[in-house]
């Protein structure tokens, strides 16, 4: 691919004197080797700082993940801040996860806030997303930031940005500051000479605070003290859980931890794993195979930066199964209501959330209790969002979306791994003091509630043609919806970008009632639901799955799950998604 007059442009400006040697030299070796292609893709167009901040591979260029690329973003959101503060002392909260490059990037922005005039509550060392979240809130500040790519591989490393609230940012501040880091033209405004006295680091007293709040979550600690021995495996995947998750399950009472000695300690380089997701079982091999040599009752994954957790469990053959995102949001849900219902702490005001693209289930446990369930658009911003609106008038249990995050109580305001471990072992404890596993709890609430089944296929478009790739499926989608799908007819059309929601059959129209979203549904006539909706953080356009499949017996549940898969991968094959 030859390069472009503009993209030749921009390696000239990045080959100045206003970016340090280091740049110059990896730049000159990509020119020396001729790599037109990785050239191109790092220079061809500015790294997007989006709603949530930055994401992208680590390396020179305009496109990537770097000190100057960091340093306009993190100029961009002090202007706005001294903009949306004046006369007040403004203060930031920094943390970052374990990634290569993550504690020099936290510093870097730490030297740009206070260099702004800008308080900075800089943690002494990595600390999970969500205890940023919770500083935010704990200190009084304005912003946050936290240096992480969550569970993207090694290459990757990014910067997500917060507000007073402890959520990740929202409208009108979102766009507002989009638009002040478009407005830095030059590396020379980023003012990288730091004030160290406005920087003051934090650590022990913080975690301290977190911790007492999310022991007070607890609603059964009389279960937990019969169980206390309940045999757990823990992993961090070499990220931060490990600062907090046996910390916090010992305070609950559990005494029989076992963490994973082999992906304990916090490595950027994730040399167990190819990719730290506790979403894939490759990841979660060496706690299996730990759990299995121990006979454990539980397995349980946080993702680098601790906001994700993923578990596993024994079913009814004595097989490790993992259990889905769904299914966990689920569970969680069910043991909140009904935990609470028993121990007399319900009331008329409570009210939980999941997104629109995770399971129908968590509605219907909802409705089992009289609870209010509130859907809305993927992302915890947005139920952060619902909670700030209802602040002082109804009362957050819980909430959780399909991609491994949960959020229970209101003191963190993003999703948290370290409450939602707690809240996990905590559960399997009180299923096995009334002598049922985890997985046979599982399949008891699908025989209360109605069973769902769900997948997902993340389809991968990297690059400059990928970006536009996933685009011209949208447009495709929306311009050409299918009128069956595996064989039945679409009922329902939803577009969460135009907000309009469309009956097939009467052709009346009405309103989704959400912010916009470049999001897609497909309701089939059975109550199947497919989803398609573009990833804001990677290079990936996401189709997910939802049926329902009659269950009258707990004998009948793998026939069951097996006739829900084939449906859904008949619904797959009739898309030809590849």
Known sequence: MALTPEIQQKID????????????????????????????????????????????????GSNRMNRYTLGMATQGLSNYLLQSFPGQEIKVAIAHDSRNNSKEFARIAADIFSGNGITVYLFEALRPTPELSFA???????????????????EYNGFKVYWNDGAQVVAPHDKNIIREVEAIQSVSEVKFGADASRVHLIGAELDAAYLAKVKELSINPSAI???????????????????????????????????????????????TVQSPNPEEKVAMQMALDEAKSLDADLVIATDPDADRVGIAVKNDKGEWVLVNGNQTAALLTHYLLSARKHAGKMTEQDFIVYTIVTSDVLGDVA?????????????????????????????????????????????????????????????????????????????????????????LISLTKKGQRGAEEIQEMMR???????????????????????????????????????????????????????????????????????????????????????????????????????
């Open 13 to 60: 400006t990045w080959l100045t004197d206003s970016y340090d040697p280091a740049t110059h030299a990896e730049i000159r070796g990509m020119v020396a080797e001729n790599q037109e292609d990785f050239l191109s893709d790092a220079f061809y167009r500015n790294l997007e700082f989006g709603t949530g901040g930055l994401r992208g591979i680590m390396g020179a």
């Open 136 to 154: 935010i809130r704990q200190l009084g500040c304005q912003s946050g930031c936290v240096v992480t790519a969550s569970h993207n591989p090694k």
């Open 225 to 271: 003290q019969r169980q206390h021995d309940l045999k757990i495996v823990y992993t961090p995947l070499h990220g931060t859980g490990i600062t907090l998750v046996p910390q916090a399950l010992a305070q609950l009472g559990f005494t029989n931890v076992h963490v994973v000695q082999g992906q304990a300690t916090p490595d950027g380089n994730f040399p």
């Open 367 to 455: 409705r089992a209790h009289n609870v209010t369930a509130y859907q809305t658009l993927t992302g915890f911003k947005y139920i952060a969002g619902i909670i700030r609106d209802l602040e002082g008038q109804q009362n957050y249990i819980g909430g959780g979306e399909e991609s491994y995050g949960y959020m229970i109580g209101s003191f963190v305001r993003d999703k948290d791994a370290i409450s939602a471990c707690a809240m996990i072992a905590e559960m399997a404890a009180v299923a096995k003091d009334q002598g049922r596993t985890l997985y046979q709890e599982m399949v008891q609430m699908y025989l209360t509630y109605g069973f769902y089944k769900e997948n």
């Open 476 to 578: 495709d989608l929306r311009a050409n919806p299918p009128a069956t799908i595996a064989g039945l007819a679409v009922a329902e059309l939803r577009d969460y970008k135009t907000g309009k929601i469309r009956n097939l059959h009467t052709g009346l129209e009405t309103e989704t009632g959400l912010e916009s979203s470049n999001v897609l549904q497909f309701i089939l006539e059975d109550g199947s639901k497919i989803s398609a909706r573009p990833s804001g953080t990677e290079p990936k356009i996401k189709f997910y799955f939802s049926v329902r499949q009659p269950l009258a017996s707990a004998v009948d549940f793998d026939l069951a799950d097996r006739l829900a898969g084939e449906k859904i991968q008949a619904i797959i094959d009739d898309m030809q998604l590849k």
